[in-house]
């Protein structure tokens, strides 16, 4: 016997337990089937469930249960990203925390290294047991991690190899340098905040032409210590004489070239524009086009260095600031200070402001490698859902610049590049065969120093698709499941992942890794507003699943996963949903207190009950929807069916349709509406099951006697054939009856406990047929005392029109229409009022300008509303006017 309430604290552990013990989670089972595989986006080895990791295994989790009950032989490849930054601040952070002010440098990189395999065995993965909390069925005995063996060995091959076709390349150029932690990032480690800062306009002389000065405005001062050039627009005719000619620098007294670049923008500021191509990504590439010389004026950690004046050098950046302003004014050349608000760049890890740095890096020639990946989603081999990201990703492919990949930690890849003395390079997968390599260019033994650098975490993360499935080595998982047939992850890593991955997988397996891509949008507060910590609005999933069960938290994911649109996440939402949880259980209670259990000899093709016949066709439609719905990555949409289905048809309505059949003397009718019942009520169990897995399996074993786990059953078949036309058509005719009359109740504020006349005017045959039939239903569901046809329409009646039948419920001697008439015109009125109000806010300019986005749209909300209400209240201040 169930009990009266789900308990998803005591039963989420246990099933997920059985389900891994079963071993359902693991492919095989099916070798003659069709593979279905998805890649899991590995979370950092630091990480913790949020808000975007449950949005995001939750999706994938209904595509793999999904096709896993279709047959499948499904793989959801885990893993975990070593997470090269993140984790070593961690490390470091624990090392301070010991005490004794140990730094890395003093503790010695293979130490070090050791310590941080150490904090990763004991600490690191605890993600993995929260998406297990979320039900996540991943083949968990195949987890991988970036940094094991097998990925180790697929990355040293990947670089070595890519080196040797002149792929991969060292270089200076400029990086994103974070002086705190004295490494390169990567741009997705940036983030940019606005600053109230100034703008500083400079003169600098003009060689040779006393009292004549060229003016440049900067937000970053200390840098013209590491100018090299002046650009003005080449058709800007107020330096047209300049150009050609020199500036002098101030303070250093360098020559700078004035040259004509489209760079420059005549409109804006004096239309000279400083160039220091060392430490600003535009000046960069203007100094390249320019030939410009490079000087870079700071150390590793932003102090000014040799390059500069002897008496500037070893001053801290920002303290080079002012100095650099004070010493402008004494010299007369500080034009004016404005204030002016501008993106600044921080680490998102260190929190300190990034500087441009020029400095030898090793890179990927990604223009080269980005053209077949360009091609392939052109030709349709990869496609993205929804389809406007793929304008997105041809963008950054078609403006690609060369990937810098070495970073100056010690955590992760090292990168299998060997120094001689002289600065020669060698390139190999092991010491041994660059020591072979350097014998043989020298004729003689030498020392090597291996290259200090590791590679970018996004390097081996490219790999993933095929690294997981076993390569290099041929084995029988990357033969079967590559390539793999969906990647399901977020906008933000279309270029830093995605597009690598696709680089990656063409280069090295000649095929794109997976054949979609589909894009989920964001998780925002219930305002619409982005979660931060600075808010205090995050949303923990963890306490949300404790709160409300791990079901009702996925299917509110689900059920709000529209294509294209964020999800606004509301406490609300997901307790209504964990109601949906318990109307299942009810139903199912239901089914079982009256008997309803499965008959081996059930046939839904061959009933006779005309419900019966409804409810099996209702099914086959909500079955072909749900399977729409996931397949066309609409998971709004099959969610939404699959809830329609169990709430709105089966529980409000067949169940209360079966009710006389069983409770009724018929033994056949009885008999066949048990059978039914159970057939359905098993066909919702699979339909919601990829939703909603733990109380699904739960029913599932709870409610019949079972040879296997729900997990591991057969998806229903959307069979069109057991969709009854006429059974349709008759009972969706009782279900509106019996709607409209309760809308009519409930508008003209009829007691519950009063119960009315239904008169029916120019019933047909068919009609009074369908009336005959199912006249206690309506009796009892629509609160009416008796049901007879008229041929006149009494006064003070209201009417209902139904096709060509008119339903009429006299109501004077229930209600007052008079003092009815006078409540809705009031409550029109108020109604009215708000929407008035709303419309002075939302065509006021100064609000719109001003006002918060998700304030904004909290307005139209309301609106439509009120508008929604407003249309309610009219229609049925008609009903009564007709009625009067």
């Known amino acids: 016997m169930l009990e009266k309430t789900f308990d998803p604290k005591e039963v989420e552990p246990r099933l997920y337990e059985a389900w891994e013990a079963s071993g359902a989670f693991k492919p095989g089972d099916h070798p003659d089937a069709d593979p279905f595989c998805i890649v899991i986006p590995p979370p950092n080895v630091t990480g913790s469930l949020h808000m975007g990791h449950a949005l995001n295994n939750t999706l994938q989790d209904i595509l793999v249960r999904y096709e896993r009950m279709r047959g499948k032989d499904v793989l959801w490849q885990t893993g975990m990203d070593h997470a090269g930054i993140a984790t070593q601040m961690v490390v470091e952070r624990q090392l301070e925390e010991d005490g004794g002010n140990m730094s890395r440098r003093d503790m010695g990189r293979e130490a070090f290294i050791e310590r941080a395999w150490q904090w990763k065995e004991e600490s690191g993965g605890t993600i993995f047991n929260q998406l297990r909390r979320l039900g996540a069925s991943c083949d968990w005995s195949r987890e991988r991690f970036t940094m094991d063996e097998g990925l180790s060995k697929a990355v040293l091959k990947v670089f070595v190899s890519l080196y040797r076709e002149g792929l991969i390349y060292k270089d200076k150029r400029l990086v994103n340098w974070d002086p705190k932690l004295q490494t390169a990032i990567s741009d997705l480690e940036v983030v940019s905040r606005e600053t109230a800062g100034h703008l500083w306009h400079f003169k600098y002389p003009i060689e040779g032409e006393e009292s004549r000065f060229i003016t440049v405005a900067t937000t970053r001062p200390e840098t013209m210590l590491g100018d090299t050039g002046v650009a003005v627009h080449p058709d800007d005719d107020r330096y047209k004489d300049l150009v050609g000619k020199h500036a002098v620098l101030p303070i250093v007294g360098r020559k700078l070239p004035i040259v004509a670049d489209d760079y420059a923008d005549p409109e804006q500021g004096t239309g000279a524009v400083k160039i220091t191509p060392a430490h600003d990504f535009n000046d960069f590439e203007v100094g390249r086009r320019q030939g410009l010389e490079m000087v870079n004026i700071f150390d590793a950690q932003a102090h000014t260095n040799e390059n500069v004046p002897e008496a500037w050098r070893g001053i801290e950046r920002f303290e080079a600031r002012k100095k650099v302003v004070a010493e402008m004014e004494r010299l007369g050349l500080l034009a004016a200070v404005e204030d002016h608000a501008h993106q600044v760049p921080y680490g998102d890890r260190s929190g300190d402001v990034v500087e441009p740095w020029l400095t030898d890096q090793w890179y990927v020639d990604a223009k080269t490698l980005a053209q077949p990946a360009l091609e392939a989603v052109r030709r349709g081999e990869t496609v993205f859902v929804p389809r406007n990201w793929e304008k997105t990703y041809f963008e950054w492919l078609e403006n690609i610049q060369p990937w810098c990949v070495s970073r100056q930690l010690w955590w992760g890849h090292q990168i299998p590049a060997w120094y001689a003395e002289d600065g020669e390079v060698f390139v190999a997968e092991t010491a041994e065969e660059a020591l072979a390599q350097a014998e043989k260019h020298f004729g003689r033994k030498v020392n090597l120093q291996r290259d200090e650098d590791v590679l970018d975490t996004w390097f081996s993360s490219a790999l993933w698709p095929f690294s997981t499935l076993g390569w290099p080595d041929e084995t029988p998982e990357l033969k079967r499941f590559y390539k793999t047939d969906v990647l399901v992850t977020g906008f933000d890593i279309i270029f830093f992942w995605v597009a690598r991955m696709m680089m990656m997988g063409l280069h090295f397996m000649n095929e794109v890794p997976f054949h979609t891509v589909y894009i989920h949008a964001l998780v925002r507060d219930e305002k619409g507003q982005k979660m931060s910590k600075s808010k205090g609005n995050i949303v923990n999933p963890l306490e949300l699943m404790d709160e409300f069960g791990a079901d009702a938290l996925r299917f509110t994911l689900a059920a709000m996963a529209a294509q294209g649109r964020d999800i606004?996440?509301?406490?609300?939402?997901?307790?209504?949903?964990?109601?949906?949880?318990?109307?299942?259980?009810?139903?199912?209670?239901?089914?079982?207190?009256?008997?309803?259990?499965?008959?081996?000899?059930?046939?839904?093709?061959?009933?006779?009950?005309?419900?019966?016949?409804?409810?099996?066709?209702?099914?086959?439609?909500?079955?072909?929807?749900?399977?729409?719905?996931?397949?066309?990555?609409?998971f709004n949409e099959a969610a939404g069916a699959a809830y329609r289905f169990v709430w709105n048809i089966f529980c409000d309505w067949f169940l209360e349709f079966s009710k006389p059949a069983l409770t009724g003397g018929d033994d056949k009718a009885k008999q066949e509406t048990r059978a039914t019942a159970a057939w359905v009520r098993d066909q919702a169990l699979r339909l919601l099951h990829p939703f909603m897995p733990f109380i699904t399996e739960e029913l599932w074993a709870r409610s019949e006697r079972r040879e296997n786990m729900l997990i591991v059953e057969s998806w229903p078949a959307p069979d069109v054939a057991l969709f009854d036309k006429a059974a349709h058509e008759e009972m969706e005719w009782v279900i509106e009856l019996i709607s409209e009359i309760r809308s009519v109740r409930s508008e003209m504020n009829v007691p519950a406990a009063s119960k009315v006349p239904l008169l029916i005017k120019g019933a047909d045959d068919a009609v009074r047929r369908r009336l005959e039939m199912h006249e206690s239903l309506i009796e009892v569901l629509a609160r009416v005392s008796s049901i007879t046809e008229t041929a006149a329409i009494p006064e003070k009646a209201v009417q209902i029109v139904l096709g060509d039948v008119l339903a009429i419920l006299p109501l004077a001697d229930v209600i007052d229409l008079d003092q009815e008439c006078v409540r809705l015109e009031k409550e029109l009125g108020k109604t009215q009022g708000e929407i008035k109000k709303i419309d002075g806010k939302l065509s006021n300019a100064q609000f719109l300008s001003k006002a918060p986005e998700h304030v904004i749209e909290e307005q139209r909300a309301r609106r439509s509303e009120a508008e929604a209400l407003a249309a309610k209240l009219e229609d049925a201040l008609n009903r009564l006017k007709g009625a009067a």
């Open 568 to 634: 606004k996440l509301a406490k609300s939402r997901i307790e209504g949903y964990r109601n949906f949880g318990t109307k299942l259980w009810n139903a199912t209670r239901f089914c079982e207190m009256n008997e309803c259990a499965i008959d081996a000899n059930f046939d839904p093709s061959k009933l006779e009950g005309t419900v019966n016949k409804w409810i099996v066709g209702e099914t086959a439609r909500a079955v072909a929807a749900v399977s729409a719905g996931v397949e066309g990555y609409r």
